[in-house]
């Protein structure tokens, strides 16, 4: 079975750091993008970071570009999000996904690309909360 958990989440003061992993199993790591998206209350669903099969390269959204960090230890078929300098606006129940190809942003700006994104995969979220 597809198994994607993230974990890491938890509530911090504004302008610190959190740290997210997405533990992957089940498919062929290598083959996916693996990224980020949260859904805050009364939001739309925000991609917010991927790194490409392979780790080549790597996507952010401008509401988080310079503060999170997306990496990967595919030894481990894991990959975080490190991130640092937090806003409450970043308060969201955070989900890790494998993309077939890597979007962040709006997922409505993307041709073909709607929820639940039947042709991805994301497991349960983690809730990260910050405080002002």
């Known amino acids: 079975d597809v198994q994607l958990q993230a974990s890491g989440g938890g509530l911090v003061q504004a302008g610190g750091s959190l740290r997210l992993s997405c533990a992957a199993s089940?498919?062929?790591?290598?083959?996916?993008?693996i990224g980020w998206f949260r859904q805050a209350p009364g939001k739309e669903r925000e991609g917010v970071s991927c790194?490409?099969?392979?780790?080549?390269?790597?996507y952010y959204a401008d509401s988080v570009k310079g503060r999170f960090t997306i990496s990967s230890d595919n030894a481990k078929n894991t990959v975080y999000l490190q991130m640092n300098t937090l806003k409450p606006e970043d308060t969201a129940v955070y989900y890790c996904?494998?993309?077939?190809?890597?979007?962040?942003?709006?997922?409505?700006?993307?041709?073909?690309?709607?929820?639940?994104?039947?042709?991805?995969?994301w497991g349960q979220g983690t809730l990260v909360t910050v405080s002002s």
């Open positions: 790194i490409s099969s392979g780790g080549g390269r790597t």
């Open positions: 089940g498919f062929t790591f290598d083959d996916y993008g």
């Open positions: 996904a494998a993309y077939l190809e890597c979007w962040v942003g709006d997922y409505r700006d993307y041709v073909g690309r709607e929820f639940p994104f039947p042709r991805d995969y």
